[in-house]
């Protein structure tokens, strides 16, 4: 079955740095690739969307990459903020028919310190 | 913005009671889900529904079910409370083949 992982291990960087978190995953590869960022206590926020057929996709200071031959995505956060604290979860998009299917991953927590 | 509404953000109940858990969204997405999330298991999806009074079953089914009489609301229902049902529950909508969004989750404790 399709499995996910995420860095388990919080990453701590100093603010102004380039955060990078890694998604790997298993088998076949996604049609689409998400990410997601998670405030303590609150649901999940979308941030971007990567279909399989690119390369990179941008939004601001957020640039996620996936590459279906090392089956990996990164995510990026350029010029990092302490306001980008947060935990960062990585969903592939299984979608078949009406079989609306994402496999999350754990998520990586991100502190960025002033 | 989308807005997802859960009924309550905190919740105690006593093990075999009936818990209802009511999630509302107001754009008209077809598609509503209901999942669990614990430390170190990550976000597991329960049911989910991609329309009025349609339903699937997700990864952990097992002592839930769920309603979806209108589109706007999706209800998750615990039969009969166990311990181990204590968790963040969390709804989501989306339209079809689009990223979901989220409410902000009911922490739900059985004693």
């Known amino acids: 079955s399709q499995k996910i992982e995420q860095n388990s291990e919080a990453l701590n960087i100093q603010e102004g740095k380039t955060a990078t978190l890694t998604c790997n995953y298993t088998?076949?590869?996604?049609?689409?690739l998400q990410w997601y960022r998670q405030d303590p206590g609150r649901g999940p926020v979308f941030l971007l969307l990567i279909r399989e057929n690119e390369k990179e996709k941008r939004k601001e200071r957020l640039k996620v990459t996936f590459d279906t031959t090392l089956k990996q995505s990164l995510f990026h956060i350029t010029a990092s903020q302490p306001a980008d604290s947060a935990t960062y979860l990585c969903a592939l998009d299984m979608t078949a028919g009406n079989n609306r299917k994402l496999i999350w991953g754990l998520g990586t927590s991100l502190a960025v310190n002033p | 913005d989308v807005k997802v509404t859960q009924s309550s953000r905190y919740l105690v109940k006593r093990t075999g009671e009936k818990v209802f858990l009511e999630c509302v969204q107001d754009?008209?997405?077809?598609?509503m889900f209901w999942y669990r999330q614990d430390p170190g298991l990550g976000l597991r999806l329960i049911y989910f529904?991609?329309?009025?009074?349609?339903?699937e079953k997700g990864d952990i089914p097992e002592g839930y079910s769920v309603s979806r009489e209108k589109k706007e609301r999706f209800s998750l229902i615990l039969e009969s409370a166990s311990t181990n049902q204590t968790s963040m529950y969390l709804c989501?909508?989306?339209?079809?083949?689009?990223?979901?969004?989220f409410g902000d989750g009911t922490r739900l404790s059985i004693l």
């Open positions: 529904s991609y329309d009025v009074k349609m339903k």
């Open positions: 989501a909508s989306s339209p079809r083949r689009q990223p979901q969004h």
């Open positions: 088998n076949y590869s996604p049609a689409y």
């Open positions: 754009m008209d997405h077809e598609n």
